[in-house]
């Protein structure tokens, strides 16, 4: 699983350095101009600042906790051995979207065609493909319904060090902002913003991204893969999160919930190997996040329920995600996707399905 990770990684890698020496941040593709008009015409300028006044105003949802319970026993999916569901975890704040909803997402880079769906097609065509998958989820669970989201790779790990030698591209905020357009197109769509800090630090990152975090409907996602420590470049080694990093994410997060009145924040974290997150078990719970931890592996499906099996659901921290990749996946025998039922079957149930 490891090598296979690293494999695309670099590839993502190597397509950025052409695409940065070739491009400026002024410029983005056909694809992405086309997606920033929506049915009823461009985005205002400063509705943003209008979404975020309004959210401070919302009264969301009160938290059904009988409910909350059975769909966490529900996930657990009859696991006996105590570890599901977690234990102790506080009830969410209002308007929480999991466990009550299960979250299908396409994960992309709109300068990529190479990083993923979101990037790969036309916005229309990509929504298309994407609701075709939210239809399988609403078939194979239809007591859980299907949160549709999009998830953006917002600062990207790169193969040249820049002007500040970080090795990763921040993406601009037009680009974020056409993500936010594209995700208007279709009704109650939910926004994840990703990091991969390379040889920056996820305290210089995260503040960078407060003005859409502080958007009810913009959830946030961390890489440990390119979290780089003692100089290694991204894309030579795996890279880590310790438990104390992810509590400052979690910390951060839950400040601007408690500020701005917002529902709590999806908080996603990749995970394919043992190192990529340490001391999980001090990993702090709080009603105003909900922590993903994300199977973020390819390969044939054994290979993929082993890597769920030893670093997702025997390290247990809150609800857990998986990855399917649309290429990688099928390179080894028996050359198929794992499918929803598939899914399902895993202890625990996965609350968050990412297609790359």
Request: with cysteine.
């Amino acid at each position: 699983m490891k090598t296979g990770k690293l494999s695309i990684s670099s590839l993502s890698i190597l397509f950025l350095i052409i695409f940065f020496t070739n491009c400026s941040e002024s410029k983005s593709k056909t694809d992405t101009k086309s997606a920033l008009k929506t049915e009823s015409g461009t985005k205002p300028e400063g509705e943003e600042a209008e979404e975020e006044s309004i959210a401070e105003n919302i009264e969301y949802e009160p938290v059904d906790t009988a409910l909350y319970n059975k769909k966490l026993k529900e996930l657990a999916n009859g696991d006996t051995t105590g570890k599901w569901p977690v234990k102790k975890q506080p009830y969410p704040l209002p308007g929480a979207i999991l466990p009550y909803k299960r979250v299908i997402t396409y994960y992309g880079n709109l300068y990529s065609k190479k990083m993923g769906a979101l990037g790969e097609y036309a916005p229309k065509e990509m929504l298309r493909m994407l609701y075709a998958e939210v239809a399988k989820w609403e078939k194979i669970d239809p007591k859980t319904p299907v949160q549709p989201a999009l998830h953006y790779i917002a600062v990207v790990a790169a193969g040249d060090p820049g002007k500040d030698g970080k090795y990763r591209n921040r993406m601009p905020d037009k680009q974020i902002d056409s993500v936010l357009t594209i995700s208007r197109m279709k009704k109650g769509m939910i926004v994840f913003l990703d990091i991969q800090v390379a040889l920056s630090t996820i305290r210089e990152e995260l503040p960078r991204l407060e003005k859409y975090l502080k958007m009810p409907n913009v959830h946030l996602g961390i890489d440990p893969e390119f979290s780089m420590k003692g100089g290694v470049l991204p894309g030579r080694k795996i890279g880590t999160y310790d438990a104390s990093e992810i509590n400052y994410v979690s910390d951060y997060l839950a400040k601007l919930v408690r500020t701005h009145n917002l529902p709590p924040k999806i908080f996603v974290i990749h995970r394919f190997t043992k190192k990529m997150v340490t001391n999980y078990q001090n990993i702090k719970l709080r009603p105003e996040t909900q922590i993903v931890i994300h199977m973020d592996g390819w390969g044939e499906p054994e290979l993929k329920r082993g890597t769920h099996r030893h670093f997702i659901y025997s390290e247990p921290v809150q609800f857990t995600g998986f990855k399917i990749f649309y290429k990688n996946d099928l390179k080894k025998a028996p050359n198929r996707l794992m499918t929803p039922e598939d899914l399902m079957k895993l202890k625990p149930q996965p609350s968050y399905i990412q297609y790359q």
